[in-house]
């Protein structure tokens, strides 16, 4: 048994442990996180393979578009280009594109343990930067015809459509960012550069800040990918951490439970032999201090024969209300209904609590509304929850005072039955520690009365097995009053008297 025990609190200390050191872990990496995403100047290298992720599945998805936006810019261009010139350009277009993506697809079937940022890292910029030199040659072609402002409106144009696209696509990678969008813009400028016309050299001045605006662009884009990867991973980590609270949780109320059953077994197996030898002591002591056998010369085995008599008692009543509040707990303790009438309980239990008030000269007094109704209950159930209740109020009643009990209806057609005392009462911050199991207040601990703290945790548990609530107000120095309710469920309304009808050809019933 003893190393059981020591097995158990060995296994209790290490999960503990193991739990203190998911906590600190917990605790460190969502702290980590938060500086992260807090911080102006966050590494780049954060979150690397994730944004490599992000670039090839954005890249896959607009496979479709980029050749159409290739083929709108060569059919318009054609107005101004050779044809066979425009459709070469068109096929290289469309090689780096189809590399690009080819590169995407690879990078996507690689298995994670296998990719090397670096490498790959690599790869994606020079994709992207043969992608991007080949919409750039598209303003080295030579024009056949003279071209006017609309050709050069639809060069920037071009530029600007084909820029916002690659930073849409590279964002999250800086330098396949650059690789893709600095040839377009670095050829767009020198050639508007070449010729004389002011409108050139704002359109390159446009065309520098265009790059410019993009860029900050794509830096912002990649920040924004950064942050939502940041607030994924704490998301993830702390749903596993949610998995593994909620586990421990149930592993923690499977052996609760299996703790539960092994108590009520022990409780239902020591029942019988903890009441077995009590009875004997309790009978033999009762012999013995009622002299029964003849007297006793010494007074002193008198009074001892009676403190055995008294212990015993106690101790059986310990016992009895422990077996009463775990079978309760366990959900074996099954109601004897039948109608009961609330009235003739709570003068039973007056009854038997006359003599212990009279020691004290405490009066009890009763008060019941006219007319009242069974309910429906267990009326042994009831009894007890009653004669607890007056048992406390005539035990922690100073010596000539006065209990007070009443029966009534409630508003929505329930009965309550109140007991009120003019005791020391109860601190406010106790009440909740004398409503637990063996809970005691400071009252009850000064004034040394023998209990066990269970009257009340039992009181609620038969009130609430009939559906009922349970209440307790109580103030310093001015006393304490206990009411518990049962709902209009309970109550059994009397039906009218019937009044049968006199006819003159009623059927006799034959004698």
Same mark, same amino acid.
């Given at each position: ?239 596993? *951490? ?7 949780? @149930? &592993?923690?109320?499977? =052996?609760?439970?299996?703790? +539960? %059953? ?106 019941? *509304? ?7 209950? @267990? &009326?042994?159930?009831? =009894?007890?929850?009653?004669? +607890? %209740? ?122």
């Amino acid at each position: 048994m003893g190393s059981e025990a020591r097995n158990s609190s060995d296994g209790k200390t290490e999960i503990n442990r193991q739990r203190a050191i998911r906590r600190r872990e917990v605790a460190r990496t969502v702290r980590d996180v938060r500086s992260r995403i807090g911080s102006k100047d966050a590494s780049m290298n954060d979150f690397e393979l994730e944004r490599q992720h992000l670039f090839a599945d954005t890249r896959m998805n607009s496979a479709f578009a980029v050749p159409m936006l290739a083929l709108i810019v060569a059919a318009i261009s054609s107005l101004w280009i050779n044809t066979y010139l425009v459709g070469a350009w068109f096929t290289v277009v469309l090689c780096m594109h189809l590399l690009c993506v080819a590169t995407c697809r690879t990078y996507e079937k690689t298995p994670s343990s296998k990719r090397r940022v670096r490498l790959w890292l690599r790869r994606f910029t020079l994709s992207d930067l043969l992608y991007g030199s080949s919409w750039a040659l598209f303003y080295l072609l030579p024009k056949e015809i003279a071209a006017g402002d609309g050709f050069l409106v639809f060069q920037f144009a071009t530029m600007l459509i084909v820029v916002a696209m690659n930073t849409m696509q590279s964002a999250t990678l800086p330098r396949a960012l650059l690789a893709s969008t600095l040839p377009v813009s670095l050829m767009v400028t020198a050639t508007f550069l070449k010729q004389p016309q002011p409108i050139h050299y704002t359109l390159a001045a446009m065309a520098i800040g265009a790059q410019g605006f993009f860029f900050i662009l794509g830096n912002q884009l990649i920040k924004n990918a950064n942050t939502m990867l940041e607030y994924r991973a704490e998301k993830d980590h702390l749903i596993a *951490e949610l998995e593994t609270a909620n586990a421990l949780s @149930d &592993e923690s109320r499977r =052996r609760a439970e299996e703790a +539960n %059953l092994a108590k009520s077994r022990f409780l239902a197996t020591m029942s019988h032999e903890l009441r077995t030898p009590l009875n004997a002591i309790l009978g033999f002591s009762e012999v013995m201090k009622d002299e029964v056998l003849g007297p006793m010369h010494n007074s002193n085995y008198k009074s001892y024969a009676g403190d055995i008599h008294s212990s015993g008692s106690h101790l059986l009543n310990l016992i009895n209300e422990i077996l009463d509040l775990s079978r309760i707990e366990a959900g074996r303790h099954e109601l004897q209904e039948e109608a009961v009438n609330l009235q003739d309980v709570i003068e039973e239990s007056c009854n038997m609590m006359q003599i212990r008030a009279k020691a004290k000269d405490i009066k009890i007094y009763q008060s019941y *509304e006219d007319h009242l109704p069974k309910v429906w209950g @267990d &009326e042994r159930a009831l =009894r007890q929850v009653v004669l +607890n %209740l007056v048992s406390n109020a005539v035990k922690f009643t100073p010596v000539g005072g006065v209990v007070r009990i009443s029966l009534g209806r409630t508003r929505d057609g329930g009965q309550f039955v109140s007991v009120r005392d003019n005791g020391p009462g109860i601190p406010e911050d106790e009440i909740p520690v004398v409503l637990q199991a063996f809970g005691q207040g400071s009252v009850a601990i000064q004034s040394a009365e023998p209990g066990t703290g269970l009257g009340l945790s039992i009181v609620q548990a038969l009130v609430s097995m009939h559906g009922g609530s349970f209440d307790l107000r109580s103030r310093l120095r001015e006393g304490t009053e206990v009411m518990f309710t049962l709902p209009k469920e309970r109550v059994m309304e009397t039906m009218p008297a019937y009044d049968v009808p006199k006819s003159r050809n009623a059927a006799k019933w034959p004698a």
